[in-house]
């Protein structure tokens, strides 16, 4: 990044400026504690945060090593694409703040330079909905038949209940069982956030920026989408060959990326108008575009693995499962070590009881 660029300018006036909000505080103490341990990049450096199996069993952020010149291999082939690239070369800053919520989003300066900053709840999220996917589809031999998807729902509840009612991360995260889980919670959180990246970068590439009405900001945000999936597809790379595994695994990471969105559509307070369309029609739109490029093969597996994660979401979103159920699966989690840290099991089954109480009835966030 140009040091003298308006991007990185106002990211120094940000660090220099502490606001009084507590969170945004903390968030930027954590992204400065992140440029010295290298996780805070630009275009073309190395990512030095870690190995898939930390991120996978700690829930940060995927290891995002050479994602820059790889998105620009991925559009070598398409010369407008590419042209455009090579002009952003040292004109875009990407951040990780620790933030409260779950957001991404891309803010563009007079001189054409860009930041492009990720919440750390947006990872966490999505760590936690993947390794219930990959829990449920793919579960522990030693875990009872069933008991895997209960736990997963208590979790993905309970982390429903701490987005709705406290916008933040309130208990400790849930440890994959297996090192076999953990190497794939980590493939697939990559491959959503990497969706995520892609998805930002699309901003870029098509010029949104300024003020949008409504029907015009949902509009950016499904081509962002499109344009994302076709990066990240092959479309325009100078050899556009793709694996049957990479299709599916690029897929995949939008539709895990998509329902970690559904999940938190359900834990928010949404009054008027939405910024961005439901996640299940961009998943549709994707998906749409995905049949077109692979054909119904791939689109059509995706589909079908993901059903069983389909039916948890919706019973976590309709929470009738009973809280004598969910305080013993929490306790069963907690004697078995499946938390990463203590867990207090009233407090999180009272949690649980007042999301569904104000489910109905919202009331400002405490």
């Not at 341990?37 to 630009?42: K, Y």
């Not at 449920?136 to 875990?143: G, S």
């Not at 919670?185 to 300024?210: R, Y």
């Amino acid at each position: 990044m140009d040091a003298e660029s308006e991007a990185s300018r106002h990211w120094r006036d940000i660090l220099s400026s502490p606001p009084d909000d507590d969170a945004i505080r903390a968030g930027i103490d954590y992204a400065l504690a992140n440029i010295a341990e290298g996780r805070i990049f630009h275009p073309g450096e190395a990512d030095l945060a870690g190995d898939l199996e930390g991120y996978a069993e700690f829930g940060l952020a995927a290891p995002l090593r050479r994602f820059w010149p790889k998105l620009t291999e991925l559009v070598s082939g398409n010369e407008p694409l590419a042209r455009r690239m090579a002009e952003l070369r040292d004109r875009v800053l990407i951040v990780e703040l620790a933030l409260d919520g779950f957001a991404a989003g891309t803010r563009r300066f007079p001189d054409d330079s860009h930041l492009v900053q990720i919440d750390t709840g947006l990872f966490l999220t999505v760590f936690e909905v993947v390794q219930a996917f990959v829990e449920v589809c793919d579960p522990d031999p030693e875990v009872p038949p069933g008991q895997a998807e209960r736990e997963s729902a208590v979790i993905l509840e309970l982390l429903l209940a701490e987005y709705r009612l406290l916008h933040r991360n309130a208990s400790a995260k849930p440890r994959p069982p297996t090192p076999d889980h953990g190497r794939k919670i980590g493939e697939l959180t990559q491959a959503a956030n990497v969706f995520v990246l892609a998805h930002e970068l699309s901003h870029i590439l098509l010029g949104h920026a300024g003020p949008r009405d409504g029907d015009r900001r949902q509009y950016d945000e499904v081509t962002a989408d499109v344009l994302a999936f076709r990066i990240l597809s092959g479309t325009y790379a100078a050899e556009p060959h793709i694996g049957r595994a990479q299709a599916y695994g690029r897929l995949l990471g939008a539709r895990i990326l998509f329902s970690c969105i559904e999940l938190f559509e359900h834990a928010t307070f949404v009054t008027g108008s939405r910024t961005h369309p439901p996640a299940a029609d961009r998943w549709d739109v994707v998906r749409a575009a995905a049949e077109e490029t692979f054909g119904p093969l791939i689109p059509g597996g995706v589909d079908e693995l993901w059903q069983p994660m389909d039916r948890l979401l919706a019973g976590v979103a309709a929470g009738d499962r009973p809280l004598t159920e969910v305080r013993a699966t929490l306790e069963s989690l907690k004697a078995r070590t499946r938390f990463l840290g203590d867990v207090e099991t009233e407090e999180a089954t009272g949690l649980i009881a007042r999301h569904r109480r104000t489910a109905m009835t919202p009331e400002p966030p405490g």
